[in-house]
């Protein structure tokens, strides 16, 4: 059973900005381990043109520079054509899911932390948490997003700095790194 007055409380309107920064923490990860990938596969599409070196007798420092030029090159075409592919995809995909998601623009949002759960509401919406349902928390000076769910399709509870905070302060930041036990590095605090 929860107390009659919450511990915190952060209420806010949702805009697209709090939406959009929300998403960047969440996806923020994504380029470097696809950056890995291409490396691996600009290694694999390298080997035909080493062997063929070999096999043609050319000098092994040469056939090296060759090597390390053509995949300078190939990495950074890439690296430059994903990094814009990323950019455009996510401004698309945050402009239309923020359309689709629940319809959120304008609507009051409330968190309210409790001895032993948390209590979500929106005007359209309304859900409680353990604390023991959150798995990771990221923030910056603007936001904090609190995951919940599965990992593959997570819930998010968004904590805007522009929100009305009651508290706002190291103390809260401890109480969560407390109460949420399955959040192994507490809270995130990303660029």
């Known amino acids: ?6 511990l915190y409380r ?11 920064e929300a998403n960047r923490l969440l996806y923020r990860k994504r380029i470097p381990g696809i950056c890995l990938i291409v490396f691996c596969f600009c ?22 520079v060759e090597t390390v030029f053509l995949m300078l ?11 814009i592919a990323v950019k455009v995809f996510m401004k698309i995909a945050v402009k239309s899911s923020f359309r689709t998601y629940a319809g959120l623009y304008g609507l009051g949002h409330n968190a309210s932390f409790y001895e032993d ?8 919406s309304h859900a409680e948490f353990g604390y023991d349902k959150f798995w990771r928390m ?33 103390q809260m930041e401890k109480f969560l790194r407390g109460k949420c ?4 590095k507490g809270i995130e605090h990303c660029r």
């Open 1 to 6: 059973m929860c107390n009659a007055r919450p």
């Open 10 to 20: 952060v209420s806010y309107k949702m805009t697209e900005e709090i939406y959009r």
């Open 43 to 64: 290694i694999i599409a390298l080997i035909p043109d080493i062997s063929a070196g070999i096999m043609e007798g050319r000098d092994s420092l040469e056939i090296i």
């Open 73 to 83: 090159l190939m990495m950074g075409s890439v690296f430059v054509i994903l990094l």
């Open 117 to 124: 759960k948390v209590m979500y509401q929106s005007e359209k």
């Open 138 to 170: 990221l923030g910056n000076k603007e936001i904090v997003v609190m995951l919940t769910g599965s990992r593959w399709q997570p819930g998010m509870i968004i904590l805007p700095k522009n929100g009305l905070w009651e508290k706002r302060d190291e």
């Open 181 to 184: 036990i399955n959040v192994k």
